[in-house]
């Protein structure tokens, strides 16, 4: 028996005209499964399910969020995190930090340093203003898009 990438395409055909979950071969010394992977089938029927449920979280959030729109609900336009890493309020450990609560800033101005992979990725503001609130704390682990300060 050749298994040459040809019949092994075939086979998949196979499986997925038939609905099979695995095809199995052997001839002698040579073995060859080939399986279907049917979570797939289970992923697409649990799919709506999720998108049903996430509307009906949504105005939960929202009630619980109103609250603290009219007491303390930061101020301003929130500075995201573009990655995952460290946050560094600073340029080096004992520096002065780049900004504080209460400091101007003007569009273009490097606010943090957020470390990936080893590498210092310094974080500008796109927006010229007062740092109302810094939201994390130096060192701290951050998110992709999580908000690090808001600028009013």
Excluded at 48 to 57: K, N, S
């Amino acid at each position: 028996m050749n298994f040459e990438v040809e019949y092994i395409e075939k086979l998949a055909k196979l499986i997925d005209e038939k609905s099979l979950s695995e095809i199995v071969l052997e001839d002698g010394e040579q073995a060859i499964t080939i399986k279907r992977e049917i979570n797939q089938t289970v992923v697409q029927a649990q799919a709506p399910v999720v998108a049903a449920v996430a509307p009906q979280a949504a105005p939960q959030a929202v009630a619980k969020e109103a609250p603290q729109e009219t007491s303390n609900a930061p101020k301003g336009t929130p500075v995201t995190s573009p990655m995952v890493g460290a946050f560094y309020a600073a340029p080096s450990p004992g520096a002065k930090p780049f900004v504080k609560v209460g400091d101007v800033v003007s569009a273009g101005q490097v606010v943090c340093i957020v470390e990936a992979m080893k590498l210092m990725n310094e974080i500008e503001t796109e927006v010229s203003g007062k740092v109302t609130q810094i939201c994390v704390e130096d060192g701290q682990s951050v998110e992709y898009g999580q908000v690090l300060m808001y600028i009013e």
